[in-house]
């Protein structure tokens, strides 16, 4: 309860420090910056090198591409039948179909499941969204605008992204045992990320005008937060018949509110810039309801 209070504080904070204009315009770039070069790798260096692997990881790194594939085809077929413009297609399909699984699923993870599930999430991340988005979700953005990604820019964004960089050390180092005044280190810096991301995020918040989005709004809001949540669960628990903890995260990190990253690669192509600010802003407030719901759900999963 004091870690789900402390990222409704920062989020309000965020929301007040730009409404009374206390910080620069830059301010959320450099905290976002921080975040990914510090912040999550430091927590990538810590939590991966105590993970055990087993079946469970290929399912918890499998679920953000699941997603993604529905996502792709949902939003493909909604498009058809509601004859929606390109950029509002690839608009729904990339951001319907990545998850905060970072900025926001690491700090909701601990706060609901301890610290004990963060490797999970950080699992779900690292091998699941940030490949999704790297891969699929720059190929699905070329597609559905005027560019085209090459295989040599993706491999070069993959292998220049700093949370990666620290993810194959920190494989590396799994039979490597940490001092002490090193894991420590780690921890203070991994545990600067929650605060940071949610009043970075508070800081960005934007709510546009949604009357005139509101359908689209609701479309990609319903798929991320409820439908791809729910698809996930039964794959996973009522056909493969997976339970435990790992399984709660991983159900938990696939109803993640819309990835920031993903709305600003949208932005970047001209994929519906307005839809995706609105849905990584409103579907942020409504994952605090949703997320609790969805934990009291799964709780004997």
Known sequence: MNNLLLLILCFIAGMLLRRFKRM???????LNSFIIHVSLPALTLLYIHELHFSGDVVLVAAMAWLVFALSAGFFWLVGRGLHLPRATVGALMLVGGLGNTSFLGVPMVEAFYGKSGIATAIVADQLGSFFVLSVLGITVAGIYSSGRPTAAEIVKRIAMFPPFISLVIALLLIPVEYADWFMVLLKRLGDTLAPLALLSVGMQLRMGHIAEHKRNLALGLSFKMILAPLAIYLLYVQLFGAHGQTIQVTLFEAAMPPMITAAIVASEHDLDPPLVN??????????FVTLSAWWYLWRAV
């Open 278 to 287: 609105l849905m990584v802003a409103v579907g942020l407030i409504i994952s």
């Open 24 to 30: 620069p315009d830059n301010a959320p770039a450099t």
